[in-house]
T-cell receptor, first 112, second 114 residues
Framework: DQQVKQNSPSLSVQEGRISILNCDYTNSMFDYFLWYKKYPAEGPTFLISISSIKDKNEDGRFTVFLNKSAKHLSLHIVPSQPGDSAVYFCAASGEYGNKLVFGAGTILRVKS | EAGVAQSPRYKIIEKRQSVAFWCNPISGHATLYWYQQILGQGPKLLIQFQNNGVVDDSQLPKDRFSAERLKGVDSTLKIQPAKLEDSAVYLC????????????FGQGTRLTVV
């Protein structure tokens, strides 16, 4: 039972353009959504999060959008840089961050 | 600030053998997590500790997996006996509070069961 789905296994983007990574969820009880970034041979690193009471959160080049009615969130990276090439995991949890549920990840490749 | 330390980095064992992984969280972090990441999937929470008490172990296969966190600091995760399907990366993470946005992950231990 996949409660968090990232349907695109990979995405390739030209340097300087926008990267859009998508994530869908099924559990309406999820209250908090997070994006993690993972480089090879390293552990995941927290990138950005959004509470269910918001529909947008921005941090520098990274913006997360939440559409609760569609149970969909997306991560926008503008402009994309080669150093952004990594695996991006979408994750969701109940209130106060209990028990993170991760998606399968999307491999982002930013070409220079 | 030192990060989450895990050892070993890699381990290859035969099925039915036992194996143990060690994790040293960031100093002062009360919450510690063990995740299992199978190739092509996202990390799955196995167990969560708050200090030395278990908060959530609902997804830990207790017939073969065990974990402890002595004195609320270091933690070990053990598998006995291992099965082929246990091949995965085992990630340890820690946070000051149960709020997972503050969780810091170690590099993980890649286990191969042959």
């Amino acid at each position: 039972d996949q409660q968090v789905k990232q349907n695109s296994p990979s995405l390739s983007v030209q340097e300087g353009r926008i990267s859009i990574l998508n994530c869908d969820y099924t559990n309406s009880m999820f209250d908090y959504f997070l994006w993690y970034k993972k480089y090879p041979a390293e552990g995941p690193t927290f990138l950005i999060s959004i509470s269910s009471i918001k529909d947008k959160n921005e941090d520098g080049r990274f913006t997360v959008f939440l559409n609760k009615s569609a149970k969909h969130l997306s991560l926008h990276i503008v402009p994309s840089q080669p150093g952004d090439s990594a695996v991006y995991f979408c994750a969701a949890s109940g209130e106060y961050g209990n028990k993170l549920v991760f998606g399968a990840g999307t491999i982002l490749r930013v070409k220079s | 600030e030192a990060g989450v330390a895990q050892s070993p980095r890699y381990k290859i064992i035969e099925k039915r053998q036992s194996v143990a992984f060690w994790c040293n969280p960031i100093s002062g972090h009360a919450t510690l997590y063990w995740y299992q990441q199978i190739l092509g999937q996202g990390p799955k929470l196995l167990i969560q500790f708050q200090n030395n008490g278990v908060v959530d172990d609902s997804q830990l296969p207790k017939d073969r997996f065990s974990a402890e966190r002595l004195k609320g600091v270091d933690s070990t995760l053990k598998i006995q006996p291992a099965k082929l399907e246990d091949s995965a990366v085992y990630l340890c993470a820690s946070s000051l509070t149960p709020m997972n946005t503050e969780a810091f992950f170690g590099q993980g231990t890649r286990l191969t069961v042959v």
